[in-house]
């Protein structure tokens, strides 16, 4: 409960230390539920990646993929992979879910962003276009796709994208990284 309340607070070092300590617990033959030890898994891995412990967060979903290999599980593997730096494994992963879950619009946004941190832009722009085939209004897509064309210089296209962006994102998430950088002055 302590994790679940600091959580929910926003103190996600303390909530990563009552699941470790749950986690030690369960690790030292505790009798658990296997759904209990999953979701201290899960939400272990998700504070890690929160406090930017990417290596950690690797371990803790590859245990996780060894109890419950799920499609759901390796994404978040290879997000955790990605973020750690190893994007062709990453990629590798991400290949596998997309085999699986072939209309799951994020695993194709996500293989942009890995090819792309990978240095393949021509494979990165081509998941991010397969991304907005499976959704128009795939905000992470349309945003990675203006800034691709605001890079290579082609500020028409680069327009059109960030103009998508900006009528399609009602939570406005991304209208200060499009004002970073289109405005010189910001």
């Given amino acids: 409960m302590l994790g679940g309340i600091c959580q929910r607070l926003g103190y996600h ?12 617990t369960f690790d030292r033959g505790y009798p658990v539920e296997g759904q209990q030890r999953r979701e201290v898994l899960e939400r ?73 941190l990978n240095g393949n832009d021509r494979l990165a722009l081509s998941y991010y276009n397969q991304a907005l085939a499976l959704d128009a209004f795939d905000l992470f897509s349309l945003f990675e796709l203006g800034k691709y064309y605001h890079t ?5 296209r ?18 200060a990284q499009i004002r970073g950088l289109t405005d010189p002055t910001a």
């Fill in 13 to 24: 070092r303390k909530a990563a230390e009552a699941y470790e300590q749950l986690l030690a």
């Fill in 44 to 116: 272990l891995g998700q504070l890690y990646i929160n406090l930017q412990r990417y290596g950690e967060a690797v371990a803790l979903y590859e245990r996780l993929v060894d109890v419950v290999d799920r499609p759901h599980t390796r994404f978040r593997l290879a997000v955790a992979v990605g973020l750690d730096g190893d994007y062709s494994r990453a990629i590798q992963l991400l290949e596998s879910v997309r085999a699986e879950r072939p209309d799951a619009v994020v695993v194709y946004s996500k293989l942009g962003w890995a090819h792309a």
């Fill in 152 to 156: 290579v210089g082609d500020r028409r």
């Fill in 158 to 175: 680069a327009r059109e994208y960030f103009e998508r962006v900006m009528n399609a994102d009602t939570q406005g998430s991304y209208v």
